[in-house]
């Protein structure tokens, strides 16, 4: 080894969850939209 300390104790990255979430909110927001505009047209 190359007698450094562990290089992983750095700040941690982007959780998983919260990549997923940002993927996803996109679409959410639209169908909310989408939804939102449905109900109102009526």
């Excluded at 992983?8 to 939209?33: D, Q, S």
């Amino acid at each position: 080894m190359s007698g450094y300390p562990d290089s992983n104790l750095g700040p941690p990255g982007p959780k998983p969850g919260a990549l997923a979430g940002l993927r996803y909110t996109p679409i959410i927001i639209i169908f909310l939209t989408e939804l939102f505009t449905l109900i109102t047209a009526e």
